[in-house]
């Protein structure tokens, strides 16, 4: 199995600019979950899917956070408009979502790297 | 979710052993330990996990002490691959894994050669 996929590796764009992030799933994972990273924060949960339907996005910054998970195999995470406070590593994770398996490990991708200037 | 209290930081030399501690006074009867590691520039990698017994697996091993407030990840023989950010994270057994994983400031380690 190729694990987690995300795109693109790197971003930078300029303050303003859309920006959409992608994610795939381990095959046969039922839970998608979107973390951001930086370094005055810590990691932090933006949103997270089961079965493709959004379960928990409180941690989605404003309305200019927005994601999708159109079908079990495919995630985006899209900003616009893009601030420079959005700089961080953005990663992607999935597991079998199994509601009684405490145990089930979560599978992180490469992440995102985004740059706003 | 309860809270975990982990050093900073720790330093270890290369080919010994190290004992990465972490607190969780508050921890519930349902609540599994679990931990993760994060090298550099990478997504965080799961490492161990447990309930009450001690644990091991081709990683580490996990010492949970009796009355569950404490547990320590051990690494038997630290490689200068092992240098990362170790997370010690609570998962609720009741409430599944279908939840996100609550991640803390972690310890990060530095091996020596």
């Known amino acids: 199995d190729a694990g987690v996929i995300q795109s693109p590796r790197h971003e930078v764009t300029e303050m303003g600019q859309e920006v959409t992030l992608r994610c795939k799933p381990i095959s046969g994972h039922n839970s998608l979950f979107w973390y951001r990273q930086t370094m005055m924060r810590g990691l932090e949960l933006l949103i997270y899917?089961?079965?493709?339907?959004?379960?928990?996005d409180s941690g989605m910054p404003e309305d200019r956070f927005s994601a999708k998970m159109p079908n079990a195999s495919f995630s985006t995470l899209k900003i616009q408009p893009s601030e420079p406070r959005d700089s961080a590593v953005y990663f992607c994770a999935s597991n079998t979502g199994t509601g009684s398996k405490v145990a089930d490990t979560q599978y992180f991708g490469p992440g995102t790297r985004l740059t706003v200037l | 979710d309860a809270k975990t209290t982990q050093p900073n930081s720790m330093e270890s030399n290369e080919e010994e052993p190290v004992h990465l501690p972490c607190n969780h006074s508050t921890i519930s009867g349902t609540d599994y330990i679990h931990w993760y590691r994060q090298l550099p520039s990478q997504g965080p990698e799961y490492v161990i996990h447990g309930l009450t017994s001690n644990v091991n697996n081709r990683m580490a091993s996990l010492a949970i002490a009796e009355d569950r407030k404490s547990s320590t990840l051990i690494l038997h023989r630290a490689t200068l691959r092992d240098a990362a950010v170790y997370y010690c994270?609570?998962?609720?057994?009741?409430?599944?894994?279908?939840?996100?994983?609550?991640f803390g400031s972690g310890t990060q380690l530095t091996v020596l050669p």
């Open positions: 899917f089961n079965n493709n339907v959004p379960i928990d």
């Open positions: 994270i609570l998962r609720d057994r009741v409430q599944g894994s279908a939840r996100q994983l609550t």
